[in-house]
């Protein structure tokens, strides 16, 4: 199990400026998972422990792919 601690400093890694929630399912349903506060990418906890490798994330509803979420596109100067 990961310390709570650690789990507080987790970030996106698609952009390591934003912050992670922790999203806990009613019973029953689906995976807890931490979700970027960005981009809604869902990063799904297997017996205690993240998974926060983005090729295994689940995609918000409409992103074809990686390369379409908010995190990963550059702020165009």
Do not use: K
């Not at 952009?15 to 931490?34: K, Q, S, W, Y």
């Not at 295994?56 to 992103?63: K, N, R, S, Y």
């Amino acid at each position: 199990m990961i310390s709570p601690e650690l789990l507080a400093m987790l970030r996106c890694p698609l952009d390591t400026t934003v912050p992670v929630r922790l999203e806990v399912p009613e019973e029953g349903r689906d995976m807890p998972a931490r979700v970027c506060t960005r981009c809604e990418t869902r990063y799904l906890i297997h017996d205690g422990i993240p998974n926060m490798l983005p090729e295994d994330a689940v995609l918000p509803p409409g992103c074809p792919n990686l390369d379409r979420l908010p995190c990963r596109q550059r702020p165009r100067s």
